[in-house]
DNA sequence: TTGTACGCGTTATCAT
DNA sequence: ATGATAACGCGTACAA
């Protein structure tokens, strides 16, 4: 038998003294679908039918159901909710780090896609460390995510931290940051084409001489991007050196680095194509302070088409990186699998568009259009 | 009694098919306290206490009971947990929107601070509508998470939609974009002080005529900045005009549009103080477009430090927003009152140190030192 | 030091 | 169309 306390107010026990509500008279016992069957004199099983729109529950008392609802202030309790249904309605984001201009978009994207659903986002941060990776793959896993959307660390070399999920049967996006061998979805543009079509580009521009600039290849993204290079400047009859593929962390400082060693070689390269903007722009005023010419000494390139693109002089040429219709797509596909869509269990990886945006940084002749 | 059922292969129940163990083999009920009560032949109760390491527990039964919880690869429960407990180790983030430089370094603090403590965040994004902050409010109402931090919408003007918190005695913690009079505690910088500081340096450099270009001042940050500029004004005897106030979205097109008003004047001004770098980098670049020089014929400043002030050139002068701290400190407060901590509850406002970096892009005499 | 038993608020399976 | 009742997994008075 339930009986009802008709919201008397009482000392209630309370953990650290807390909460603290802010007056005597606004202490307000939640109230549960117990109150609202034992107010109208009917089940709990009637209210908890009516609640979630039943239709085997009369339109009648589903009003005075709903009604009593709104008048008792009530709102159901998820965790009960999902202890009985074993889900929870979360999603869990595991990113290298959230304070990058792509990632914060890719994660606005995520979250508008999701909270429409009403899904809740759980986020963390591995800071491109496989050690942190892990320990927040099990935090999601204690947590008891419906799904996860993953982007990896640069060294993740295996995905056996998510063994826990794939042998549950928990579905795993991953997106940018990837494993190939992997049989998760996986959602990405694609990194070779991209670099191909950029590298094409210095070329046809009139650089026979090209740097690229990158992260150390661990990563499918610039692994890629190294192959997307390479593929370009032998389709067009330039050969391959391993001196013109730097490496380092892709910042604006190493970027200034970088142009700091092209400077210094005996066959001055005369065009540069950088893994991310960041690099590509600090490499740029490198340039320029020690008195070279963009483009016309040296024509550079980015990749990712952040907003610095349209500040640094001259604007530099990038990929544009469709991060928040990346965070969509991932988010959009997960959901769709959690909603039963059969469809996108058999889905390998999804490849979105990306184009290259030309600009005055490696535009040294007359584009063919445009 | 509860029955185990010595985890055999059940071919439970699976709403929408979901979810699709990678095989059947990997199957595994998840085991409970009472598993692991049920193979040591002790009562779930001492597991209960053993699991969260209550001294009353011997040390022995303690280790058998970790070394069982180890081979049935139990994880607790956070629901029944939280069902019981009447709190969620969840903390509610309400922001304008995550893809800025600075609310994304914000949120990185945040998720640091937090993630460290075992607790899990929620975010929501109010777009800049009130409509959708007010969603937001209830949705976090509704997760029922533990505390709440918040930066309002830029036309919030009460704080009414959290009301049902302030009745629960739900801690909420408003950082950057604040309200004055709310009673609750406030993270923020002296905006005033800073936007004086700024204001003031461009009259030492020479400016006499400086324009602000800010948002529409409903916002306390605004207002503040505005505030602060006109006191900078009165105090070095420079009279304030309010055509020398410019609002808009601060955007880098606004930006540019704002160069091009300020061109446009009879009496050219000599100074702009901008209220984001965005903003005062779209109007650099247009003002040097229009053949006007940085900082010999206008000088500009902006505010926050965003990578954007190394980029662009000259490097663009700005209030350094220390936006990691902020997340840091709001979350770490926040978690100190739930944690029970005393002392916070009657914190009304923290004021983070914030510092402005001369670059060139105003620098037009030699500074007193460095 | 350990065990028993109840309640947290749902949903789902019976029965009526 | 509605009601009674058993889980879901955990925490904790109270008892032993």
Redesign the interface.
Known sequence: MYITTDNIIQPKQN????????CID?M?KESTIYDIAHQLNISIATVSRALKDDPVVSKKTKKRIFDMAEQLGY??????R??R?Q??HTIGVIIP?????F???V??GI??TA?ADGY??????SAESVEKEKANAK?M????VDGLLVSLAIDTADLQHFDAF??????VVFFDRVMEQSNSTNVLIDNVRAAYKTTSHLIEQGCTNIVHITATPKRNVYVDRLKGYKQALEDHGLSFSESNVIINNLS?DEGAAAAADILSRAARPDGVFAAND?CA?GCI?ALKQAGIRVPQDIAVAGFNDD??C????PNLTAINYPG?QMGEVAARHLIN????D?SV?VTNSILLKSELVVRNSSLRRAMPQG
Chains 1, 2 share one sequence.
């Open positions: 953990l650290h003294n807390l909460p603290q509500p802010c606004c307000q709102r159901s309790n998820h965790f009960a999902n202890l249904s889900r929870t780090r959230i304070n990058s201009h990632m914060s978009t994660i606005a979250e508008q909270g809740n986002l759980i986020i963390s941060q935090t896993y204690d947590n008891r794939f042998k549950k049967g928990i579905p604006q960041n722009a005023i907003p610095v349209r500040v640094i002089e928040y699998y959690l909603s039963g059969a269990a």
